[in-house]
């Protein structure tokens, strides 16, 4: 991330408790069958490190590398990834990864462009540090698209707000949408785009997705940058939190990200 990049959530616990929660197998299935042993892969905004590290045992005795532009998440991460002597983490900006320093057979960034204000650029400095033959690995959330029942004035405050907050910082919370755009822009000629989504139904889902929202929408930066920024009140934000908080405790409750989903091969 540049100096102009703001990641829109922040670190907050609330936010981490849904980082920790995705896998290879629940966040990069769309990946999986172009992995073998032996392969070298780069995680991009490897955050907490649990999708980093089972990437790391597939692609062994292949190297892999998790990047953060902060040190933050990296402790974490590092744990994680303990007992993988093949697994390593490190504070890099995506914008200036050097060639010089290495190539890789995979180039992976799991909800990372959403975040930028410069997503074609990131997918180019991607595409820069891929061997040949490699391959750029990207899925992103599309919160336009996100959708639930039952409805909720709340929820929809919810979501207007989210995106307010993002579009802020100059970020695209509809990325999943564009990915397929921006990797032809950044200079990708052989794309392969898909989609998938995560869905949360059943109550021990619905407790978790919905605590963590109600949570977040009120304590994590996303809340103190719509604060700060006029966007809405706290007292608006605890409104959302309630209706997350009902939602959650619906037997009927029903919640769909839908994520899209890019391949991008460099040259042979």
Known sequence: ?????????????SVLRSHRWRTAQNSAGYLLGHLRPGLSLLDVGCGPGTITADLARLVAPGRTLGIEP????????????????????AVAD??????????????????????????VAAL???????????????????????????????????????????????????AGRKLHAWARQAGFTEVTASASVWLYTTLDERAWWGGLWADRITTSRVAQQAVER?????????????????????????????NGEVLARAPR
């Open 1 to 13: 991330m540049s100096d102009q990049d703001v990641y829109t959530h922040g670190h907050d616990d």
């Open 70 to 89: 902060v040190e933050d998440p990296l402790a974490e991460a590092r744990a994680a990834g303990a007992g993988t002597t093949t697994l390593e983490f």
């Open 94 to 119: 995506v914008y200036a990864l050097d060639p010089g320093a290495g190539r890789y057979d995979v180039v992976h960034a799991h909800q990372v462009l959403q975040h930028l204000t410069d997503p």
């Open 124 to 174: 180019r400095a991607m595409g820069s540090v891929l061997a040949p033959g490699g391959v750029v690995a990207v899925r992103d959330a599309d919160y336009a698209a996100m959708t639930w029942y039952p409805a909720d004035d709340r929820l929809d405050a919810w979501l207007a707000t989210y995106r307010a907050v993002a579009r802020s910082n100059g970020a695209d919370p509809d």
């Open 230 to 258: 006029g966007i809405a009140s706290a007292s608006e934000l605890a409104e959302m939190a309630a209706g997350w908080r009902a939602w959650a405790a619906d037997p009927d409750g029903w919640f769909t990200v839908p």
